[in-house]
């Protein structure tokens, strides 16, 4: 069974997503902050999926997960972006910090499954 | 040029016209007698006597001018006088708006902040809402996969119970054939026994006819003992024990003729019994009630069995809507779940405008500052236009910069958005 760390500063996002990803058959490990989600990564959580918002109160998306691809063990985790924004430079940006995916919010239940299944299997 | 200021020029000019016009002819008129009396009254010189007429002229040029202008516009110097009354009171009361909007532009923060607060207020609600929702979706969630575990559980059972009433109606249709078969096998039996049966009536029947001839054999021996015992008599002592021979064998043909008569009766007796004890077994009629009471049996119990069938397959359609209905309802659920999302994009959306308020609250300040300072030159002000681009550049959402170019009744131009999915 796969899991996902899934961090958002939205507490309803938390738990609607991965109440989503839960029924899916995923593991899911939740992060209300990038901080709170380098900790998970630090204390050698399982995760087979990053999935993250960009903006974010303290450290933003990218600054994390570029963060994220320092540590060992996650070099090639496979990492997704849900975020309300869509600007092209965002997504380079993205794309040059490690991520694998870029996925705008509201996503479909059918969206966001199919995309992880498409990065993750 | 103001209005006012072409009004006052106007009617300057108009008075200075009249008045020239007045003196040119009052000069025209009197001049003569003007320099007799200062030139011959006062011994004037005719230079001096000019430049008294002169300032005369210019003096009765000026009080006219005064006058008319009083006469006409009420105002000594027609019209500015009160222009410019009106203009030192527009002044202060423009000075006073200014402190007044300065004052109150100095307000537009705690203005913004009871907006802020309300718009908190608005997030933490809908944000409250929104994971109320998410929680109650996974309470039914639970009672969905709780009826779905339900629903699996019954289709199994259902599947179960269909193919185990399908085998049992199987053996009840094969007992159905074994008793149909034994019931034939029993008629056919019994209609070998009626054969057989009869047979042995009939070779009863047959053996009266050896009785018969016994009992002839026996009557004829009884006359030939009566013939021998005569035929003794005849012969005296001679004959008298074959007299005794005869009535012995006379005897005996009654003994026989006795004899066979119960013979006779016996085998009567037996061919009664024998008929009389399968006249049962032979009554077709038994056999046929049987045959058809196991056909009703037969026929219930097929329709018994379709019935049941018919019920377990209803049940199992039951089910099996019943299933679909609840993926339906799991997936509306995941759907449903998704979309709470909504509560982030409007979350940030308000934040934006949170954001921009804060902005205004700036412009507002300076705005005030310049308007306290409205005499000082070079006081910097920031443009709104320029607070409008830098909102414009804030956004985070394609929505948001489309609404904020059809506000601003511009056409969209694209804001670089990609896709609303993209793997890199």
């Known amino acids: 069974m796969k899991t996902i760390l899934l961090v ?5 996002i938390l738990l609607s997503i991965s109440s989503i990803l839960t029924k899916a058959g995923y593991t899911v490990e939740k992060a209300a902050n990038a901080q709170d989600g380098l900790a998970k990564f630090k204390a050698n959580t399982k995760v087979d999926l990053l999935i993250t918002d960009l903006n974010m109160p ?5 600054d994390f997960i570029k963060e994220v691809r320092r540590l060992p063990g996650y070099k090639f985790m496979p990492i997704l972006f849900l975020t309300t924004e869509s600007q092209q430079a965002k997504r380079v940006e993205a794309k040059a910090a490690g991520a694998s995916g870029w996925l705008v919010k509201p996503a479909t239940a059918d969206e966001l499954l199919n995309t992880i299944k498409l990065v993750v299997h | 040029m103001d209005a006012d200021t072409k009004i006052i020029l106007r009617r300057s000019s108009a008075l200075l016209l009249g008045v020239g016009l007045v003196v040119t002819v009052l000069v025209y008129s009197v001049h003569d007698w003007f320099d007799y009396q200062l030139m011959g009254r006062l011994g004037l010189s005719h230079n001096a006597a000019d430049t008294v007429g002169t300032l005369v002229v210019i003096l009765a040029a000026f009080g006219g001018q005064r006058l008319l202008s009083l006469i006409v516009f009420r105002d000594l110097a027609v019209g500015a006088i009160t222009s410019r009354q009106k203009l030192q009171q527009q002044v202060r009361s423009a000075n006073d708006a200014a402190t007044e909007v300065a004052g109150e532009l100095k307000q537009v923060r705690t203005f913004n902040d009871v907006l802020r607060g309300q718009m908190e207020m608005i997030v933490t609600e809908t944000e409250k809402a929104a994971f109320d929702i998410a929680e109650r979706l996974q309470t039914i969630d639970q ?12 289709t199994l059972e259902s599947t179960d119970l269909l193919t185990r009433s399908e085998s049992s109606i199987e053996r009840n249709r094969e007992l159905i054939g074994t008793l149909d078969r034994y019931i034939s096998d029993r008629v056919n ?14 070779e009863v029947q047959s053996l009266g006819t050896l009785v018969q001839l016994i009992k002839n054999i026996s009557s004829q021996t009884n006359l030939l003992a009566l013939n021998a015992a005569i035929e003794a008599a005849r012969a005296g002592d001679a004959g008298r024990g074959f007299a005794v021979v005869a009535d012995e064998v006379r005897k005996l043909s009654g003994e026989a003729d006795t004899a066979v008569g119960q013979i006779n009766e016996g085998m009567k007796a037996v061919a009664n019994s024998i008929t009389s004890r399968f ?3 032979l009554a077709q009629t038994h056999i046929e009630r049987e045959r058809e009471a196991l056909q009703r049996f037969s026929s219930q119990l097929e329709e018994l069995g379709q019935s049941y069938q018919e019920v377990t397959r209803h049940e199992a359609q039951v089910i099996a809507t019943i299933r679909e209905s609840s993926q339906q309802l799991a997936a509306m659920f995941m759907e449903a779940l998704a979309s709470v999302q909504f509560q982030d994009v409007t979350r940030q959306q308000i934040e934006q405008v949170a954001t921009a308020l804060s902005r205004l609250d700036s412009h507002a300040a300076e705005l005030a500052d310049r308007l306290n300072r409205l005499g000082e030159p070079g006081v910097a002000l920031k443009p709104m236009s320029q607070h409008i681009e830098q909102i414009y550049q804030d956004y985070v959402m394609s929505s948001q910069r489309e609404t904020h170019q059809a506000s601003l ?12 999915i993209e793997l890199f």
């Open chain 1, 58 to 62: 303290g450290m933003n998306g990218i």
């Open chain 2, 143 to 154: 009672v969905v996969t709780r009826l779905s575990g339900f629903v699996d559980s019954s």
């Open chain 2, 409 to 420: 009744n511009r056409r969209s131009v694209g804001d670089g958005g990609g896709p609303k």
């Open chain 2, 189 to 202: 039996s019994t209609r070998d026994d009626e054969k057989r049966v009869a047979e042995v009536v009939k």
């Open chain 1, 8 to 12: 958002d500063d939205s507490a309803t």
């Open chain 2, 279 to 281: 006249q049962d077994k």
